[in-house]
């Protein structure tokens, strides 16, 4: 089974802090993304990634940045967390050119709460 | 992806009673996936759909995409209270899946 692992399940942060959202597969996933959740708006993309050291915006970027600097892990930055970035992030995952058959695979989420 | 509207956004149903959740596009969709997110848990791939006028069942899930391929919808006979959670359909395009709103399907037993 492909594991989809985020660091945290729970975070709070301080307005204006620098907030690390981490994200490891283990099956050797080529494409990895991150979308936040939020009631009412469903999943959104924010960033995603094909390849180590490759990145392209998804559809609400602005206030987050991404690193991959291995294939299997994918981070989410907050420069400098608000409290509108409260939200529920999900990590996911998928092998390149199988989408139409086995989807994404999920990460369990990471609640964040800036305060 | 292109955007994909989803309704209704909630739906509480008697156990025993049918469920049905509907995904629209104002646009041609190559195709249609599917998934289940439970109660605290994160959306789990159900189904893809891509040829026009498909159907595909999974026990007690019928998924259906339009002759148009405009629309989609996931039904569910005599509802169980495993199938609580919510239900998102997606589209996948341009290198990347677009979700719609999601439908909340809560089972009062």
């Known amino acids: 089974d492909v594991k989809v692992t985020q660091s945290s399940r729970y975070l709070v942060k301080r307005t204006g802090e620098k907030v690390f959202l981490e994200c490891v597969q283990d099956m050797d996933h080529e494409n990895m993304f991150w979308y936040r959740q939020d009631p009412g708006l469903g999943l959104r993309l924010i960033y995603f990634?094909?390849?180590?050291?490759?990145?392209e915006k998804g559809d609400i970027p602005e206030g987050y940045s991404v690193s991959r600097e291995k294939k299997e892990r994918f981070s989410l930055i907050l420069e400098s967390a608000s409290t509108n970035q409260t939200s529920m992030y999900l990590c996911a995952s998928s092998l390149e050119g199988q989408v139409l058959t086995y989807g994404y695979t999920f990460g369990s989420g990471t609640r964040l709460t800036v305060v | 992806g292109q955007q994909v509207m989803q309704i209704p956004q909630y739906q509480h149903v008697q156990e025993g009673e049918d469920f049905t959740t509907y995904c629209n596009s104002s646009?041609?969709?190559?195709?249609i996936q599917w998934y289940k997110q439970r109660p605290g848990g994160h959306p789990v791939f159900l189904i893809q759909l891509v040829k026009s006028g498909e159907v595909k069942k999974q026990k007690r899930l019928t998924f259906q995409f339009g002759e148009a391929k405009k629309n989609s919808s996931l039904h569910i006979t005599a509802t169980q209270t495993t199938d609580v959670g919510t239900y998102f359909c997606a589209n996948f395009g341009n290198e990347k899946l677009t979700f719609g709103t999601g439908t909340r399907l809560t089972i009062i037993p």
């Open positions: 646009t041609t969709l190559s195709n």
């Open positions: 990634s094909y390849d180590v050291k490759m990145k």
